[in-house]
């Protein structure tokens, strides 16, 4: 009744923002994200009968009431009713727009359905873990990810990640300017919700998705990093562009998240290839050939308010680890 795992953080290049049913957390979107080896969460989860509440201790932060409503779809597909002892750490900070509930609710779905000796196949995990955060679903694979859409309004089922490269079929980097650490003001839950009900660029930013990410699986095929950068840019912009339209607007972004991105702008004048992309946070996060990465870390270190600058190569699957904490 007893399992850990450990699973990746993703960034997105073509973004996930919107959701078509908050009950299923289905998103209004496929998206294409890579998986980073650098930054991970690390869950163990033990059912025991002797206990009658769920047992949360979540290390680097995070949300324990979520935690045990994503345990009760576990307890509902295992059948059972016992509740959890659940510890878990990330190796980064949380909620600061680094994509932490990716990593953490795709270690706790891995961990929690095997804990709960559920027979569950890659996708009905990726599936699963879904329902804890959007992006967690892709969380469960490394390398190059594309989260499907999916049709099947009722149960769900076809809205999982598919991998589309594995990190040694097309090793990158990614360079991470950490500029606040600080949790972000509107989540990503609430500022979706929000975008939805008031942008009036949220049907346009929804209509495009399908041509961004046909032209994104073509461009990662052909290990076309220009291109690659290219689209990822432009999902960045149009995404932030589509928050910005809310009421009230939705600011991620700080002076020093536009000097970076300028920063990477001037690199790629020089004829550096590096693209950037930014979430739910102020972080840019660059997409850059592993020999690159040191110029492009040195570069981005020097921008004002730049706090910390970590390199990322392109993470594995998800896995089952022995306990940390034994
Ligand atoms: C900007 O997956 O955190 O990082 O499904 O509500 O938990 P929920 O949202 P979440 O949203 C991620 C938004 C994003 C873009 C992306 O990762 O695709």
Redesign the pocket.
């Given at each position: 009744m007893q399992a850990a795992a450990r699973a990746h953080a993703?960034?997105?290049l073509i973004?996930?923002?919107g959701?078509r049913d908050s009950a299923l957390?289905l998103p209004a979107t496929g998206?294409i994200?890579v998986t980073l080896e650098a930054l991970h969460s690390e869950t163990r989860v033990r059912f025991d009968p002797n206990l009658v509440t769920d047992a949360i201790m979540l290390e680097s932060g995070g949300d324990a009431e979520r935690v045990s409503r994503f345990l009760d779809l576990v307890r509902a597909l295992a059948g059972m009713e016992m509740r959890a002892d659940v510890r878990s750490r990330n190796n980064f900070p949380t909620g600061a727009?680094l994509?932490s509930?990716?990593s953490g609710f795709a270690a706790l779905a891995l961990a929690a359905s095997r804990a709960a000796g559920i027979e569950a196949s890659p996708s009905e995990l990726s599936a699963l873990a879904r329902q804890?955060?959007?992006?967690?679903a892709r969380s469960l694979y490394g390398g190059f990810v594309e989260m499907q859409r999916g049709r099947d309004d009722r149960t769900g089922a076809d809205a999982h990640a598919v991998p589309l490269l594995a990190a040694h079929e097309w090793p990158l980097a990614v360079v991470v300017a950490i500029i606040d650490t600080g949790t972000k003001s509107v989540?990503?839950?609430d500022g979706?919700t929000r975008t939805a009900a008031t942008s009036p660029f949220h049907d346009a930013w929804v209509a495009g998705a399908d041509a961004d990410l046909a032209a994104m699986r073509t461009a990662i095929r052909d290990r076309n990093l220009e291109r690659v950068g290219e689209l990822t840019e432009h999902s960045c912009l149009k995404?932030h562009a589509t928050m910005l339209g809310a009421q009230p607007g939705l600011i991620y972004w700080q002076p020093a998240t536009l000097a970076a991105w300028q920063t990477l702008a001037d690199l790629r004048a020089d004829g550096l290839a590096a693209y950037g992309t930014i979430?739910?946070g102020p972080q840019v996060k660059a997409l850059c050939r592993i020999a690159d990465a040191d110029a492009v870390t040195a570069a981005l270190a020097q921008v004002p308010g730049v706090r910390d600058v970590r390199i990322s190569h392109l993470g594995p699957d998800a896995s089952l680890i022995a306990d940390p904490w034994a």
């Open positions: 993703n960034i997105a973004k996930y923002w959701k957390n998206s994200s727009g994509a509930s990716a804890g955060s959007g992006s967690a989540g990503s839950t979706m995404m979430d739910a």
